[in-house]
């Protein structure tokens, strides 16, 4: 289906090129927030912060990820996500990632000076993004 | 002249090495395959990746974050991506042949080894090893690259160290494997130095951007478009500060497949040559046996007539 509101979408990882096609809507987080990108969208760079990734390739078709980490690069009719680490819901293994929250909480609630705190927050939100996009 | 029977040793000895260099051609004929299409799956992220930062460096002019500025620090942190095993030809050699052909100082440099040849060599020329993560170089991760990175991003930022140098060989097709040494920061965009054995001009689009080898256009094809006025969130500094560790990551990344490539690469060659090289000997050999044979035959037979002609007469 042709649409005039499709944009190209490239999300690219260092082992693969993740996905490439035409989408009419993305939605993903990024540390200043939650955005959902449409065609012409303003020239924009944004970190991006783990969460789930919606593409909306039809208005009935939307795919889900989840994307934990990369920045992504918005340019007028084009938009490239350069992602270090990015997983569609079946590759996700839902055990591991209950279990990686269960430890990052714990480090959290630990509070010990050893720990890394900004890690460990980072590792919860990356297992609470997996489990959700795995629930999808 | 030597006697047939050392003659024929030496030529089962040479037989027997040939089998072992034809069976490790084999091998890495193998693994440079897949080294080959992991190398070129990855170049279009890096591609990207490297377009980006260009792009954004060249937007936000001259702005003083400590990755683009250099630091206090003499120190100079290198990382060095060679083999683990030898028997590759010149692959180890021309990477520690680049590290002390430059001019970085013997005492200033600290080298963060990944591989085991380079590793040795270096701390035997009197190089100061930082850090050693031979083990990486097997099987690559983005996960290894990414903590290496890390590691010296911590050195950097505690201002051990003021510059942040990658020698690996960088992969341009099967036979073509170019020793590379590039400055990872500070990110630099006015003179980027640049030491490359075969190719003093090149530029470093050549070696971290080797001609993707499948025709197809670069995934930064979109860096025409440097005009238009990019928008940062976080904005510029901020972003900078969480873009450029993944670009020394990916820059890493990018450098150990290429590196594992050329190294199969060039043992692969290697062990092509040394085959046929002992083909060669092997003929040789053959060659001299047979003489030696013949004169033994020779000589026995006059021995005997000889001997018939002494008792008949």
Same mark, same amino acid.
């Given at each position: 289906m042709a649409d005039d509101r499709a944009f190209a979408l490239k999300i690219i990882t260092p082992d693969r090129v993740f996905y490439e096609g035409e989408a009419i809507m993305v939605e993903l987080r990024t540390t200043e927030g939650e955005i959902g990108i449409l065609k012409n969208h303003i020239p924009l760079t944004c970190v991006v912060a783990p969460g789930i990734l919606r593409i909306r390739?039809?208005?009935t078709e939307v795919k889900t990820a989840a994307l934990l980490s990369g920045f992504v690069e918005i340019l007028g009719d084009s938009v490239t996500i350069l992602a270090e680490d990015v997983e569609w819901p079946d590759e996700i293994d839902v055990n591991r990632a209950e279990e990686a929250r269960v430890r990052a909480q714990r480090r959290l609630d630990e509070k010990a000076d050893t720990t890394n705190m900004k890690r460990a927050e980072l590792a919860l939100q990356r297992s609470v993004a997996r489990i959700e996009a795995a629930k999808k | 002249m030597a006697s047939m029977r050392d003659i024929k040793r030496r030529k089962t000895s040479i037989q027997s090495t040939q089998q072992i260099t034809k069976a490790m051609k084999l091998v890495s004929t193998v693994k440079l395959q897949r080294a080959k299409t992991r190398a070129e799956r990855s170049k279009a992220y890096f591609n990207c990746m490297y377009e980006t930062i260009k792009g954004m460096i060249r937007r936000t002019g001259h702005i003083d974050h400590p990755y683009l500025i250099k630091g206090t620090s003499d120190k100079k942190a290198v990382v060095v991506i060679t083999s683990n095993r030898g028997l590759a030809g010149g692959y180890n050699s021309n990477i520690v042949r680049l590290i002390t052909g430059s001019d970085l100082d013997k005492k200033d440099v600290l080298i963060y080894a990944i591989g085991k040849k380079g590793r040795d060599t270096l701390k035997r020329r009197?190089?100061? !090893?930082?850090?050693?993560?031979?083990? %990486? !170089? *097997?099987e690559p991760l983005y996960k290894d690259a990414m903590e290496i990175s890390e590691t010296l991003l911590e050195a950097y930022s505690k201002q051990e160290i003021g510059e942040i140098w990658l020698a690996y060989t960088g992969f341009k097709n099967t036979v073509s494997h170019i020793p590379t040494l590039i400055k990872l920061l500070p990110v630099d965009d006015t003179e980027r130095e640049e030491y490359k054995?075969? *190719?003093? %001009?090149?530029? !470093?689009d050549e070696g971290i951007l080797t001609d993707s080898l499948d025709g197809s256009k670069p995934a930064g094809s979109h860096s025409h478009s440097v005009g238009a006025i990019m928008n940062y969130e976080p904005e510029e500094t901020e972003a900078l500060e969480l873009i450029i560790p993944k670009y020394v990551a990916s820059l890493i990344y990018g450098a150990l497949v290429e590196a594992v490539a050329s190294e199969n690469g060039a043992r692969m060659q290697a062990m092509d040559s040394a085959t046929s090289n002992a083909e060669e000997m092997i003929g040789t050999l053959e060659l001299q046996y047979n003489r030696a044979r013949q004169g033994h035959i020779t000589q026995e037979l006059t021995e005997i007539i000889g001997g018939a002609e002494a008792l008949s007469s």
């Open positions: 390739e039809t208005d | 009197g190089y100061t !090893i930082q850090e050693d993560y031979s083990e %990486v !170089i *097997n054995e075969n *190719n003093p %001009v090149g530029a !470093i």
